[in-house]
């Protein structure tokens, strides 16, 4: 489980192909690693993904072909930085909302324009995840936790602050960049409870 507040930004070093998936090395930055084991879970751009290797400040991850084809794993290149932040522990700050580390889809960045110093954004989600989200609810973007301002059908806007531009990969954001998607989990939960009920 993690909270969605991104805690470093990585670099991806290796990507080395392995009968059809993936394995991954990742610089973790200013992520402290000493903690770390092998086993543990790291989440990358909203993918909790478990750490196979360590050598000091870089850990590799392997990539399953179902997270290749459901995430942005697979278009991310040599040198790509990404969002990092370890598993929550007992204990921990719980700054941003529930987050699994299970990516629901890949939205797309509409539009982006100056709102005062901050940055207002505007994403596109695929159909079958829109009913999810709602104004001022919370959504996951790339492991980022964010609250949602307006919803007019598929699409939604956030706004965001100059810090989270300047320690996410958000401030990176173009019309077109393609983006992970986690939708609150209480809201999926809800909807399965009440479809239980008829």
Same mark, same amino acid.
């Given at each position: 489980m993690f909270t969605g507040i991104i805690a470093a930004l990585g670099e991806i070093t290796e990507l080395q192909p392995r009968d059809g998936d993936l394995?991954?090395?990742?610089d973790a930055g200013a992520l402290p690693m000493a903690d !770390?084991?092998?086993g543990d879970s790291i989440a990358c751009n909203g993918c909790c993904l478990t750490v196979v290797e360590l #050598?000091?400040?870089q850990f590799a991850v392997d990539v399953s072909v179902e997270s290749l084809d459901l995430t942005t794993i697979g278009r991310w290149q040599l040198g790509s930085r990404i969002n990092l932040e370890k598993a929550m522990q007992a204990g921990d700050r719980f700054g941003g909302h529930m !987050? $699994?580390?299970?990516v *629901?889809?890949?939205g797309e960045v509409v539009s982006r324009? $100056? *709102?005062?110093r901050s940055e207002?954004?505007?994403l596109r989600a695929p159909a079958a995840l829109a009913r999810y989200i709602a104004p001022k609810g919370s959504i996951t973007i790339d492991g980022t936790s964010l609250t949602v301002n307006v919803v007019e059908g598929s699409e939604f806007e956030i706004c965001i602050i100059p810090h989270t531009l300047d320690n996410t990969i958000i401030g990176g954001y173009q019309p077109g960049t393609a983006v992970n998607l986690e939708v609150d989990l !209480?809201? #999926?939960y809800l909807e399965r409870l009440l479809a239980e009920r008829g």
């Open positions: 394995r991954l090395t990742i !770390v084991k092998l #050598r000091g400040q !987050v $699994s580390g299970h *629901d889809g890949l324009h $100056s *709102d005062a207002r954004f505007r !209480v809201a #999926r």
